[in-house]
């Protein structure tokens, strides 16, 4: 991914600890990571992750082959650094 200008400032102005998606509760202390990406819809998405507790992580929207969850709101794409879709949830 290329960051932009815009990017830069969009990633810059959130805190890395405190994303939390639109339709997502995600409990950041459960996750492996707390990156973020934005998607072709423009929307801030959590990145894959792996849940540290072995629960399904709050938001997640499909397993990843890898063992991570996707957090996607579009089925294209979801898990394509992952292994591709094991379930969706």
């Known amino acids: ?11 810059a102005a959130a805190p890395a ?3 939390v998606g639109p339709d997502s ?3 950041e202390a459960n996750l492996s ?3 973020a990406y ?4 423009g929307q801030l998405v959590h990145a894959p992750a792996r849940s540290l507790s072995g629960e ?3 938001g ?5 082959r890898d063992g991570s969850y996707s957090f996607s709101r579009h089925h294209s ?13």
């Open 77 to 89: 794409g979801t898990c394509s650094r992952h292994g591709g879709v094991a379930a969706w949830l």
């Open 1 to 11: 991914m290329i960051v932009t200008g815009v990017t830069a400032l969009l990633f």
């Open 38 to 41: 934005i998607n072709h819809g």
């Open 17 to 19: 600890f405190a994303y």
């Open 56 to 58: 399904v992580p709050e």
């Open 25 to 27: 509760t995600a409990d």
């Open 60 to 64: 997640a929207t499909a397993r990843c």
């Open 33 to 35: 990571n707390h990156r």
